[in-house]
């Protein structure tokens, strides 16, 4: 007997009793016995199949156990060959004229498919996994932390990964799915800032690795489970991180830490070979025979063995190519499968892979449904990344050609065809049918306005910025208009003011991003775009955003220049005689860049620099009205003129805002600094009950603004008034809380303010032993952020 013609033959054997049918690994195991002596050893199958060794002896073990119940005597690999022949024979010569293919199609007496009940209580959509499930339990009780699962497209290794995650009593679930286009790639350091702010509600680090430092300790303590999907895409001809994300290196790194109680899967059609990085890899075979048919069993489609053998054989048991086959087969031949495949075989006979399949189903989709058809690749300009889901308005709004009374049945035509999925009112589209109606959108008419609709339903779906979410479903508008180079429409999306049900004064988006602490991912984006503005006033809206984000990660130097370049603009725009409009923008612009100039000089420890900045600022917003910024100014300058000996002109300030402070609801920025910077002029003014109170307000602020780093400033400047009275135990109380906080937020400048604090704390208590450390702390982080007033003022003060 040839080797196809005997697994077909124990295939329907086994199906005939009902026992388990064969595996792909079982496959290989049964060829590589049936050659004898030159058959692959277990190890050898192991290596070239992508299995340990011993998974290999184990799936044979239970084979030939399998086998032995078959056959009712025992089985192994060196008697296969002869128990299954002499079994062949006398059924043969017994029934000569029956086609050996006896399995159960469960049909009754009126001609009805009765559904076996161990398929109903099954997920239909997660059957013939439990090898898989089996070995990622094996490679995680031997201590592995991260999981590539490999396969080709549609195999099922998302489902696989998503499915395990979910059954495993995790404390919390993180997603992350590559983009599928590279320059649409989230960099690492906002996916990090996303999980800290989004999952955790923590506060990310000015610095990366504060962040990802910050969440290795949350990893520490809870138990998280980690899905990276999709990671092709980030990965060069060598099997490495390419250039612009190499960074991904340092969170694989830090989740392959023996400390951390997560554990991460990666989906990927290709390994990583990243050699100081232990990932262990898992080869993801296809489903077996058995698992597409119950699955066509389960929706009640007259199931032929035959063909389905073959269905299932041509599609290498693609658990993607089974949901879309069986889809066809019911909605296209009213679940004749004879029919679908007479009509379809010979065009997927051609090339029997995944992406065929998608091919063809386009193909007929096409030719039978030209909607459909249309709205199925228009969804391809979706990311599904930082907003994995599509609302059912988000389809509407592809249908502009087609008329209202007809859109609805187009969208359940798509979600019937298996070619969109489809969870709880939620819309997306499998990795691999999204490459394909991608891949016709672009060559189509149909792009450029289905991005920009596509835009527009991004934009018109926020109306206000409340958190995380709805900042990055605002922003997926960018994206669309990205794709067609519409350069300007994408920084319209960035500098569109949004409201906040808590604050009075609208905000530009990207001011949202850094009030949320995404301050990495409103630099890249909007320095991906900035150098190919060429509207002026778009660009000075632009350098306004990315300003204060460069301050608080510690580029000072960067904000400096920024701060120029918005001032130049001003200049240049004000030549130019425009009219009163811009005019009044102008004046805005050199307003802000003396404003975020003041704050880069304070930072820097230039007092007296900061000083002409502020005066410069307030001088403009009291021309033009500008009632916000005016308020922000005062309560700078009050600090700054306490700070350099013109007490009664501080007081006087002081006071005004003082008066005004509990009105003060137009921002959370505005709002928590006032606090914050009344208390610092209270204190130089030696009106330490006021100090008191402001900074009191200020953690109460915070804490219900969830604005840590206003906390953590403000329990600096409590210390300080506690060493002032003696009370140097409650002093260190604050210091070291403060310094926890800024610690893990990464705020570099607060930081070493709150390290110099509490050295001089310690130096007050005369303990030496513990100032010299913490001075010497400070004066290291005000050199990293090239601060030599700031160095020289520490040293000055070390007794």
Not at 105 to 128: K, L, Q, R, Y
Not at 270 to 282: A, K, W
Not at 580 to 601: A, E, L, N, P, V
Not at 667 to 691: A, R, V
Request: proline share 3%.
């Amino acid at each position: 007997m040839d080797i196809n013609s005997v697994l077909d033959f124990i295939s329907s054997q086994l199906m005939a009793k009902k026992l388990k049918t064969l595996s792909t690994l079982e496959t290989t195991i049964l060829r590589e016995a049936w050659k004898g002596k030159d058959g692959k050893s277990y190890d050898e199958i192991g290596n070239s199949e992508g299995f340990a060794g011993e998974s290999v002896k184990t799936a044979a073990y239970k084979l030939w156990r399998r086998l032995s119940n078959l056959y009712e005597e025992k089985v192994n690999r060196d008697n296969v060959q002869a128990v299954v022949e002499r079994y062949y024979n006398k059924v043969a010569i017994a029934s000569p004229s029956t086609p050996i293919l006896p399995a159960p199609n469960f049909i009754d007496s009126n001609n009805t498919i009765a559904i076996p009940e161990n398929i109903v209580n099954e997920n239909i959509n997660f059957i013939g996994r439990e090898n898989a499930i089996a070995h990622l339990k094996t490679k995680i009780n031997q201590g592995a932390k991260i999981i590539l699962i490999q396969a080709a497209a549609g195999i099922g290794k998302t489902t696989l990964a998503t499915e395990f995650l979910k059954n495993q009593n995790f404390d919390k679930i993180l997603y992350l799915t590559m983009a599928k286009e590279r320059e649409t790639i989230s960099p690492v350091e906002t996916i990090v800032e996303e999980w800290l702010k989004k999952d955790f509600e923590e506060e990310p680090g000015r610095d990366f690795m504060v962040s990802l430092g910050r969440l290795k300790r949350l990893l520490q303590t809870q138990k998280i489970g980690i899905l990276i999907d999709n990671l092709e895409p980030a990965l060069d001809s060598e099997f490495r991180f390419i250039e612009p994300h190499r960074r991904y290196i340092e969170l694989l790194r830090m989740l392959t830490d023996p400390m951390v109680q997560s554990v991460t899967l990666i989906t990927s059609r290709e390994r990583l070979c990243e050699g100081d990085i232990t990932v262990e890899t898992y080869r993801l075979p296809e489903l077996d025979y058995c698992a597409w048919k119950q699955y066509f069993e389960y929706y009640q489609i007259n199931n032929h063995d035959s063909i389905l053998t073959e269905m299932h054989k041509v599609y290498g048991g693609n658990a993607k190519a089974m949901r879309i086959l069986c889809g066809a087969v019911q909605e296209d031949d009213q679940g004749n499968i004879q029919a679908y495949w007479n009509y379809n075989k010979a065009e997927i006979l051609a090339k029997p892979d995944l992406k065929n399949l998608v091919n063809s189903q386009f193909k007929r989709l096409q030719e039978l449904d030209i909607n459909t058809f249309k709205l199925l690749c228009r969804l391809g300009c979706y990311r599904y990344q930082d907003v994995p889901t599509v609302p059912y308005n988000g389809l509407l709004c592809l249908l502009w050609d087609v008329p209202e009374g007809e859109q609805r049945r187009v969208i359940e035509s798509l979600k019937n065809r298996s070619l969109v999925e489809f969870k709880q009112g939620e819309f997306f589209l499998h990795p691999m049918i999204r490459e394909e109606a991608i891949a016709r959108l672009r060559k189509s008419e149909d792009w450029e306005t289905a991005n920009i609709k596509v835009a527009k339903f991004w934009t018109e779906s926020v109306e206000t910025v409340e958190n995380v979410q709805d900042a990055l479903t605002a922003f997926e508008a960018y994206y669309q208009y990205l794709n067609i180079n519409d350069y300007h429409q994408a920084a319209e999306v960035i500098i569109k003011t949004r409201t906040n049900s808590k604050w009075r004064m609208p905000h530009e988006l990207g001011i949202n991003f850094w009030h949320l602490g995404l301050f990495n991912k409103i630099i890249f984006d909007t320095e991906y775009i900035i150098d190919n503005i060429k509207i002026e006033t778009y660009k000075g809206h632009l350098y306004n955003i990315i300003i204060y984000p460069y301050i608080q990660i510690g580029e000072i130097n960067k904000s400096v220049i920024l701060c120029k370049k918005l001032e130049e603009i001003a200049k240049e725009l004000l030549q130019s005689k425009p009219e009163r409009t811009i005019i009044k923008q102008c004046y805005d612009f050199q307003s802000i860049s003396f404003f975020m100039r003041g704050i880069c000089q304070i930072e820097l420890g230039e007092l007296q620099e900061a000083l002409g900045y502020f005066e410069k600022s307030l001088s403009i917003d009291v021309k033009y009205g500008n009632e916000w910024y005016a308020f922000g100014d005062r309560f700078f300058l009050a600090f700054l003129k306490s700070c350099l000996g013109l007490k009664e002109e501080a007081l006087e300030i002081a006071d005004i805002i003082y008066n005004q402070i509990s009105e003060n609801n137009w921002d959370l920025w505005i709002g928590g600094y006032s606090y914050l910077f009344l208390g610092l002029t209270y204190k130089n003014l030696k009106q330490i009950e006021k100090s008191f109170e402001m900074y009191f307000s200020a953690i109460v602020f915070a804490q219900e603004s969830k604005y840590i780093q206003v906390k953590a400033k403000s329990l600096t400047g409590l210390g300080e008034l506690y060493r002032m009275q003696g009370e140097f135990a409650t002093a260190l109380t604050h210091h070291q809380e403060s310094i926890e906080i800024l610690e893990n937020i990464g705020a570099k400048c607060d930081l070493a303010e709150a390290y110099y604090q509490q050295a001089l704390t310690y130096q007050e208590m005369g303990d030496r032993e513990n100032s010299k450390p913490n001075f010497d702390k400070a004066i290291k982080l005000f050199e990293e952020i090239e601060a030599p007033r700031q160095v020289e003022r520490v040293i000055k003060s070390i007794i």
